[in-house]
């Protein structure tokens, strides 16, 4: 019996990620030639390649890619790829090799994508925020044949042996005149057309690494209905235009780079973010879809409301943020500016998508990460392995979806219940079934006996009118076990108190949620998708007016 639910949720499953992929314009239930097509291709070429090949059969001049220095169809885009994998196969590159790209978010990392795939070969993305040490580490660890990166990266290859041939993928200031360019290889890259690849390629995210050196999560996707985890209850279209600012290199950026293809829409890159340029962009190219991390959207938020307005965004429907913790005063600002168009994503590197906030639940629970779409689980269990389904209860997070990986690539493994893969994250349902982000399991502080989660102190402290930022760290206390230490970033031109700071949270939350100390700094250390680095944050000393 347990077999066949299995089987019947299987199949139900499927018919409905059809269904919404057909509304979505990535299938067509009425054109059935084509759309199996695309289904017996995914298992051999992998998704992007499949998406952009079914966009060069039916729309070879229309534009796939648009960075600063122009727009790229689909039919360049292909032969461009085409030509950057028969270059690479020269050099003797193959399906079992990896290839490492450290590159912002221009066209040259798509081509390079595109390539590998092409190839079947295995591809390490690679943060552009990791310094010498941790790249040399992570591209020995995953034993990289090849590197692809911008010229600006130049200096952290120093140490790379010559073995390992390096490729410029961006090169605009030449001060490196030594590695060759993309546009090189192409030059002298062999003609003719390339077989399908004995088994698509995979490739390799890293997980944020806030803790230590980050790990690797080889994803395969072998079927074009895993996009269904996102279009399940993110309104995005066919032939649409969407602007990535979340790096491409994270999970976040790469997804969405890959439902843009999968749609045949438009991707707009820029390779810095900048919150003007940004919606000059997203009003230029009439983009519908905007992804990006919380950090980024508050930047934008922060922008004069005389310049916000002066924006036409009235295509946008769709602010798509994920990648960190968003709170819930920036969600109330977003909306009062924008309307009802943010989306927030709660997943990780391992689980992709867990849960997805629309805006109908951020308009009736603001600190809501929503609900799981249809092909996903998500449950809560207990330190013991009960699970936990009493509404306000928080228990460890655990997903199982069509994208969830739970091995890494040096063989460790994640650790799972019944098929359902742990986020290493806390979290607690509402009556609704909405899931709520209470903070990572290590981040949790007990003091005095009582559980605390930073998240709820650092979201009330943001919505103080002189706080921009905060976190929350619990440290070493003699008395309590732990006390909460708590660091604010002041908004441009305001000075804080400390002790009026610390009353605005003793008149609102119970005693044991009050910081002990009260750190002023002018910035929070973040990575690149907006999570706080908070060890970098414990390694800060602090003074006498820090206590009060």
């Not at 490729?167 to 002298?188: E, I």
């Not at 230029?284 to 990006?292: A, F, I, K, P, S």
């Not at 003699?478 to 230490?485: A, I, K, N, S």
Request: charged share 20%; glycine share 8%.
């Amino acid at each position: 019996m347990p077999g066949l639910r299995k089987v019947f949720r299987d199949a139900v499953g499927r018919v409905h990620s059809l269904r919404v992929l057909s509304a979505a314009g990535m299938v067509s239930l009425t054109n059935i030639k084509m759309s199996v097509q695309a289904l017996r291709e995914v298992p051999v070429w992998g998704p992007n390649v499949t998406a952009l090949r079914r966009s060069v059969r039916l729309n070879p001049d229309g534009v796939a890619v648009v960075d600063e220095r122009g727009s790229v169809t689909y039919g360049q885009l292909d032969r461009r790829s085409d030509a950057i994998a028969q270059g690479l196969r020269a050099l003797g590159v193959q399906h079992t090799h990896v290839v490492a790209l450290m590159c912002r978010n221009h066209r040259g990392i798509v081509e390079s994508l595109l390539a590998c795939a092409k190839l079947g070969v295995r591809v390490l993305l690679v943060n552009t925020g990791f310094g010498a040490p941790v790249v040399l580490d992570l591209l020995q660890r995953e034993r990289a044949s090849v590197v692809i990166h911008d010229e600006e990266f130049t200096p952290l290859f120093h140490q790379l042996p010559p073995s390992i041939p390096r490729w410029l993928a961006w090169s605009r200031d030449g001060l490196d005149r030594r590695t060759p360019t993309l546009d090189q290889l192409v030059a002298k890259a062999p003609r003719g057309e390339l077989e399908p690849p004995r088994e698509p390629g995979v490739v390799i995210q890293l997980t944020s690494g806030t803790t230590g050196t980050p790990k690797g999560t080889a994803r395969e996707i072998k079927s074009v209905l895993t996009a269904s985890d996102f279009l399940d209850r993110i309104p995005m279209r066919a032939n649409e235009s969407t602007f990535i600012a979340a790096p491409i290199f994270h999970s976040v950026g790469y997804s969405h780079l890959t439902l843009a293809m999968s749609l045949g829409s438009r991707a707009v890159l820029h390779r810095r973010f900048d919150p003007r340029k940004t919606l000059w962009s997203v009003q230029g190219q009439r983009c519908t879809t905007l992804v990006l991390v919380p950090t980024m959207l508050q930047r934008i938020m922060e922008l004069d409301r005389s310049v916000l307005d002066s924006f036409d965004l009235s295509h946008l429907s769709v602010v798509f943020s994920s990648g960190s913790p968003i709170a819930p005063d920036l969600v109330q600002r977003t909306m009062d500016v924008l309307g009802p168009v943010l989306y927030n994503l709660y997943g990780s590197t391992e689980v992709a998508v867990a849960t997805i906030a629309t805006p109908e639940d951020l308009a009736a629970a603001p600190s809501s990460v929503g609900r799981p779409p249809h092909n996903c689980v998500v449950r809560l269990y207990d330190e013991t392995g009960n699970r936990i389904t009493r509404s306000f209860v928080t228990g460890r997070i655990y997903v199982r979806g069509s994208l969830t990986v739970d091995l890494y690539t040096d063989g460790t493994q994640k650790e799972s219940i019944d098929g359902l893969v742990a986020t290493g994250d806390l979290g607690h349902f509402d009556p609704n079934g909405r899931l709520y982000f209470d903070g990572r399991e290590d981040d949790m502080i007990v003091s005095g006996g009582e559980n605390v989660y930073p998240v709820e102190v650092e979201n009330l402290l943001m919505t103080h009118y002189r706080v921009r930022d905060a976190a929350v760290l619990g440290v070493p206390d003699p008395e309590y076990g732990q006390r909460l230490r708590a660091f604010v970033v002041p908004v441009a031109g305001t000075r804080i108190d400390v002790r009026e700071l610390r009353e605005f949270v003793r008149t609102r939350l119970a005693r044991h949620k009050v910081p002990r100390e009260v750190v002023v700094v002018p910035k929070l250390p973040r990575n690149a998708t907006g999570k706080v680095l908070r060890r970098q944050l414990l390694a800060i000393r602090i003074g006498p007016q820090s206590h009060a």
